[in-house]
């Protein structure tokens, strides 16, 4: 609860009235400071009445790209019985207030507000709770509450078109390494026939031997699989423009298209990030393009050799794409140490002065200005 300054006033006032009033024995001054005094109290029982508002809220699309429109529908309800609602609210979207009308509001009915959420950057727009201001009708006392929940709304990095995406790697028992375009059927275990197999997978020298139909279970050893690996860090993106890093909204751009054209083609992906998510407190995402979505920069230097370290030691895919800043080259030594574990290595650095020197640690590297820039040059570079 909160007096106005016009309340500070008048109980200032009330104060010094009684004082005065018993100190000289002036009942007029006594009765004008109770007056005064009771009528910051009438106005703080005023403000202090708490309506009974229900929220809904509904967002229209909750997820979109970057760029994209995208609004919010905010829906409040009288549930009193008995008293109009006559207040002032607002509801937060990101950082922006936007009000709503709720005058003379009266029981049981509801009013609805649809305004448009701000997508021109990638993040997760924070919407809500609504704020809702009880003032007396003096303009004495003045108390906010909030109503309902917050929303997010997911705002993607755009993605550009891919042309191609990696083949898979098929590694032969004496160290070949081929190119495997949609993968292969490699035999895995027998079991039982059930209603609905071909005849033509049935083992029958197993099936002659057990005394029943035993069926050869096959499974795709050689299926392409891709790292993005999202570099993070806030000292591989240097250069801020108005507080952004635009190297890193390229960079995750990049990542987006990457990992929508795998999901076109049915290819498994993961996405890794070089320093830490966001932290659990936030809204919690769903997919990887949420996971972008909410991608922040750290400050975690070391954490590079971390990642590369379980890169090469659990082998993940076969094609690790790494995308930074033009302070992440200094890094690429670990990057190239890869190799070994994965057969394509593809290193894409946006937002650099210069271009980064040929044969930097033996990978393809991609100079972009921005994600459609890497998106354009996919195909002149790819080596699958």
Not at 118 to 144: E, H, I
Not at 283 to 295: E, F, I, S, W
Request: aromatic share 4%.
């Amino acid at each position: 609860m909160g007096i106005t300054a016009r309340g500070v006033g008048l109980l200032v006032a009330a104060v010094v009235l009684l004082g005065a009033g018993f100190r000289f024995a002036y009942p007029e001054l006594t009765l004008l400071g109770a007056a005064a005094g009771a009528a910051v109290g009438y106005a703080a029982l005023t403000a202090a009445w708490r309506p009974r508002l229900v929220v809904a809220r509904r967002a229209d699309p909750d997820r979109v790209s970057r760029g994209e429109p995208a609004s919010m529908t905010l829906t409040v309800r009288n549930a009193g019985r008995l008293r109009s609602a006559n207040l002032l609210a607002e509801d937060r979207c990101g950082s922006r207030a936007v009000p709503v009308p709720l005058l003379r509001l009266r029981p049981g009915r509801d009013t609805e507000v649809r305004y448009d959420v701000p997508t021109d950057r990638r993040g997760v727009v924070a919407v809500g709770p609504l704020r809702v201001t009880r003032r007396d009708p003096l303009g004495l006392v003045a108390l906010a509450r909030p109503y309902g929940e917050t929303a997010p709304v997911w705002v993607h990095p755009r993605i550009h078109p891919l042309s191609a995406v990696p083949t898979g790697a098929g590694r032969s028992l004496d160290g070949r390494i081929d190119g495997v375009p949609h993968g292969s059927i490699t035999f895995d275990s027998l079991r039982e026939y059930v209603v609905g197999d071909e005849l033509r997978r049935v083992h029958w020298r197993t099936s002659a031997r057990v005394g029943e139909l035993m069926v050869r279970e096959n499974v795709d050893t050689s299926l392409p699989s891709l790292v993005v690996l999202l570099d993070n860090r806030a000292a591989a993106h240097p250069h801020r423009t108005g507080g952004v890093a635009e190297s890193f909204e390229s960079a995750c751009e990049a990542a987006a298209s990457v990992v929508a054209a795998a999901h076109r083609a049915d290819l498994p992906v993961l996405l890794l990030l070089v320093g830490p998510e966001p932290s659990e407190d936030g809204p919690a995402g769903v997919g990887p393009l949420d996971r972008l979505a909410a991608a922040d920069l750290s400050d975690s230097d070391d954490a590079l050799r971390a990642v590369t370290t379980r890169l090469r030691q659990e082998r993940l895919g076969d094609t690790l794409i790494f995308l930074t800043g033009p302070g992440g080259r200094d890094g690429l030594g670990h990057v190239g140490a890869l190799r070994g574990a994965y057969p394509s290595v593809v290193v894409g650095v946006f937002g650099a002065a210069e271009p980064t020197p040929a044969g930097t640690a033996g990978l393809v590297v991609v100079d972009a200005a921005d994600g459609a820039q890497f998106a354009a040059e996919w195909d002149g570079v790819r080596r699958w």
